[in-house]
């Protein structure tokens, strides 16, 4: 017997409270989706962003490495590739070392994306500095320029402890910043 009917509530608020729940949890769900979607889009629009802001530099690195190295022309023995966030420009004839230009990455001929220095690959070093490129645009040279000669003159070696572009890079693993 249940003459005030409290099975007929208790069954109401069961339901009720089912209810809320579902969709409560299938919200939290399409939320979870929506701030993953966005914080996807975003990573993409920061990255195409950095690009763009990039792209003096990846011009300058393109024609270097495209052009005067001969990287568009065949015969010359310049490899292309796309590869450690860049366009990469292997066996570059007039190449000491390496080196990153925006998006764009130069390779000496026995300097290439394999070479290991103090463990660290060459092609790992150099993607570093196209992530630093891509946040500092157009700042890119000149901070590089600017880091680079205060440790080769205060340091005694362009890669000494006072550049701080370097810092990151030749860190096992490496990575962009100090
Ligand atoms: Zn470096």
Redesign the pocket.
Same mark, same amino acid.
């Given at each position: 017997m249940d003459p005030l009917g409290y099975s007929f509530f208790g069954t109401c608020w069961s339901g009720i409270r089912t209810g809320a729940t579902a969709v409560y949890d299938a919200s939290a769900a399409v939320g979870g989706v929506v701030v993953d979607a966005a914080a996807a889009v975003g990573k993409v629009t920061a990255d195409v962003a950095g690009k763009t802001w990039a792209a003096g530099n990846t011009a300058i690195g393109v024609v270097a490495g495209g052009v005067i190295g001969g990287g568009f022309i065949s015969g010359i023995g310049t490899d292309i590739s796309i590869g450690n966030n860049a366009i990469q420009f292997e066996n570059v004839w007039f190449m000491f070392g390496a080196i990153t230009l925006g998006n764009s990455i130069l390779y000496a001929e026995d300097f290439g994306p394999e070479y290991k220095i103090d463990g660290v690959k060459n092609k790992d /070093? *150099?993607r570093q /500095?196209t992530y630093q490129s891509q946040v500092l645009g157009p700042f890119y040279l000149f901070a590089h320029l600017y880091y680079g000669l205060k440790a080769a003159i205060l340091d005694k070696d362009w /890669?000494g402890p006072l550049n701080i572009l *370097?810092t990151g890079?030749?860190s096992n693993p490496p990575r962009p910043w100090p």
């Open positions: /070093h *150099e /500095h /890669h *370097e890079p030749q």
